[in-house]
């Protein structure tokens, strides 16, 4: 499955926006799906996933009640909605997914999209 990430942008604290991962080649549907970000200087680190049974969906602490993640099937993608942004989100972010069991740890990703920036000004 090839995977594209857009939807980043610029905004101010407290602004939100919505990031989209949309596949092709295959159902995303049927892969567990993630959203990971990296900020500057920092590692690659979890934000949050969803998975192909039943949509279970699970969160970063740093992130829990600000974003959601959904699948957008008609569109054959995965949403992240982001609300309430702060500085300490600005990153860029990548999506991947994978055909086993969704989990926080990004060396069990298989497929992954380009990353999109995301920058949120204080």
């Known amino acids: 499955v090839q995977l594209q990430a857009s939807g980043g942008g610029f905004v101010q604290a407290g602004g939100s926006l919505r990031l989209s991962c949309t596949a092709s080649?295959?159902?995303?549907?049927?892969?567990?799906s993630a959203w990971f970000r990296q900020g500057p200087g920092k590692e690659r680190e979890f934000v949050a996933s969803i998975s192909r049974s039943f949509a279970a969906t699970s969160y970063a602490d740093s992130v829990k009640g600000r974003f959601t993640i959904s699948r957008d099937n008609a569109n054959n993608a995965v949403v992240l909605q982001m609300n309430d942004l702060k500085p300490e989100d600005t990153a860029v972010y990548y999506c991947?997914?994978?055909?086993?069991?969704?989990?926080?740890?990004?060396?069990?990703?298989?497929?992954w999209g380009q990353g999109t920036q995301v920058t949120v000004s204080s």
């Open positions: 991947a997914a994978e055909a086993r069991p969704a989990s926080p740890y990004a060396h069990q990703y298989a497929h």
């Open positions: 080649g295959r159902t995303l549907s049927t892969y567990h």
